[in-house]
């Protein structure tokens, strides 16, 4: 699997838009880029995943650049219920492998 | 109507017994795994198995050792418990959609306390 990096921690107002970072530079050609968040200690939550196009949820909206080597995660519209931590996390789409959690951001979102 | 689901939630038990997580999806997925989160906080992958079939095998001691009965049920169990061993566990499962990729869903976790 292609490596991320991503900010350790980001704060972000409530009700202003959350931009979360990842940078997958070694990204191949075959990978999805997923992200997912946690909440505190609970199961990982999935949001959204892309392989080239811009996409677009209820949740959320992920921007990947042409070349493929980093993304955004956008949450237009954050709630203190959205503080967690962030995992950005690039796979294969072929079978036989897993997601490889990263140590992901951890976004804190302040009244 | 929970799509995957972990028993127990919490498990106190103490050093050198032997204990079962069970997990189960209705999800129809073919597809499921066990991780494990440490005190750090770091999500590893154990095992996956698909269709029955162990497919990822991490580098995990040979005390513990997973069980798939059918497609939907992925038991993890842990022979000899040491302290370290103490952790939430992570049971989730995922189907691929062409053109989508593969949809993961995990359960709530089963914290394990060792003493």
């Known amino acids: 699997d292609a490596k991320t990096t991503q900010p350790p921690s980001m704060d972000c107002a409530e009700g202003r838009a959350a931009n979360l970072p990842c940078n997958h530079s070694?990204?191949?050609?075959?990978?999805?880029v997923y992200w997912y968040r946690q909440i505190h200690s609970q199961g990982p939550q999935y949001i959204i995943h892309?392989?080239?196009n811009n996409e677009t949820n209820e949740m959320a909206s992920l921007i990947i650049t042409e070349d493929r080597k980093s993304s955004t995660l956008i949450l237009p519209h954050a709630t203190l219920r959205d503080t967690a931590v962030y995992y950005c996390?690039?796979?294969?789409?072929?079978?036989?492998?897993?997601?490889?959690f990263g140590k992901g951001t951890s976004l804190l979102v302040t009244p | 109507d929970t799509a995957v689901s972990q028993t127990p939630k919490y498990l106190v038990t103490q050093m050198g017994n032997d204990k079962s997580i069970k997990c189960e999806q209705n999800l129809g997925h073919d597809t499921m795994y066990w991780y494990k989160q440490d005190s750090k906080k770091f999500l590893k992958i154990m095992f996956s198995y698909n269709n029955k079939e162990l497919i990822i095998n991490e580098t995990v001691p040979n005390r513990f050792s997973p069980k798939s009965p059918d497609k939907a049920h992925l038991n993890l169990h842990i022979n000899s418990l040491e302290l370290g061993d103490s952790a939430v566990y992570f049971c989730a499962s995922s189907q691929f959609s062409p053109g989508q990729g593969y949809g993961y869903t995990f359960g709530s976790g089963t914290r394990l306390t060792v003493v």
């Open positions: 892309g392989l080239k």
């Open positions: 070694t990204i191949s050609g075959n990978e999805y």
């Open positions: 996390i690039v796979r294969p789409s072929n079978s036989g492998y897993a997601l490889n």
